[in-house]
């Protein structure tokens, strides 16, 4: 009985010594994957670096920018104001205020090529660079103003040119809400229609170039220098002793007369010699015809 228990019990150990070492021996099968669904996508939508951070598959475009140059292109009627944005480069200046994400905005005034062509013949090509875009910037203001809100603003407005109250004035008047006229004290002009409108940039066109008063006045005189001011009145200061003068040249004057009375140089040394030996060899002539 009691070697029928060892055999059973060895029997056991043994089964179990078999099956540890059959399952150490055989790797475990990873379970065989599926098939994925049809139109599942099994890329990552946003792949992560090394580091961790994720990287987007796709840049975001940025919205379309606005080019002013192109707009008044599509309007035509614009050539002259769009030679002077480009030469005076102020264009580019302008386009980036409206990428700018703390501006306010921007409103043009656009003169078509008729109301260039009333100014004075030669007005343009007599103004110099830094007028050039004194004049441009004169027709633009750094905020968005719809054709509607004119009536809010103060006059005198202040455009891009400078806030001179006296030589860079526009003053804005407006009738029914829709009508806006304009008057620079050298020009009075009407907005004549809406050439671009959004919520960032508007494009007005007017009916005659706004001509601010710092382009018509006479240029501001500098104050003379405090060193030439003293050197201004010391000829007046002068002019008193006038007569004092007089008199002094007067006997420097004379005083050169007899200076010039008196042979100095050599020529007239030898003059003098000369004339002497004259009257020596005159002196013995009569002497001898005496004596005969």
Do not use: C
């Not at 508007?202 to 405090?226: E, G, H, R, T």
């Amino acid at each position: 009985m009691q070697l029928q228990s060892l055999l059973f019990s060895s029997s056991l150990i043994l089964i179990t010594l078999s099956t540890i070492t059959s399952a150490q021996l055989s790797p475990v099968q990873p379970p065989t994957p599926t098939a994925p669904a049809p139109g599942f996508n099994t890329v990552p939508l946003v792949p992560t670096t090394p580091s961790g951070a994720p990287t987007p598959t796709v840049t975001v475009p940025k919205g379309p920018t606005i080019d002013i140059v192109q707009i008044l292109k599509k309007a035509k009627r614009f050539s002259v104001l769009i030679r002077l944005l480009k030469t005076t480069q102020l264009i580019n200046q302008l386009n980036s205020q409206l990428v700018t994400t703390s501006s306010g905005g921007l409103t043009l005034f656009a003169p078509e090529d008729s109301a260039f062509s009333k100014l004075k013949p030669g007005f343009l090509n007599s103004l110099t660079d830094r007028q050039k875009v004194e004049l441009l910037q004169f027709h633009s203001l750094s905020s968005f103003i719809a054709i509607s809100n004119f009536d809010t603003l103060t006059n005198p407005v202040q455009t891009q040119a400078g806030d001179d109250p006296q030589r860079l004035q526009l003053n804005v008047t407006t009738y029914g809400g829709s009508q806006v006229n304009m008057a620079t004290g050298a020009v009075n002009a009407t907005i004549t229609g809406t050439i671009y409108s959004d919520n960032k940039l508007a494009i007005y066109q007017v009916d005659k170039v706004l001509l601010p008063l710092d382009l018509v006045l006479p240029a501001k005189s500098p104050a003379p220098a405090p060193g030439l001011a003293s050197a201004k009145a010391l000829p007046k200061a002068a002019k008193g002793n006038s007569t004092t003068a007089a008199d002094d040249s007067g006997s420097d004057a004379g005083d050169t007369d007899d200076d010039k009375a008196l042979p100095t140089d050599a020529s007239s040394a030898e003059s003098v010699k000369v004339v002497v030996w004259m009257n020596v060899a005159v002196a013995v002539a009569l002497v001898g015809a005496t004596m005969l």
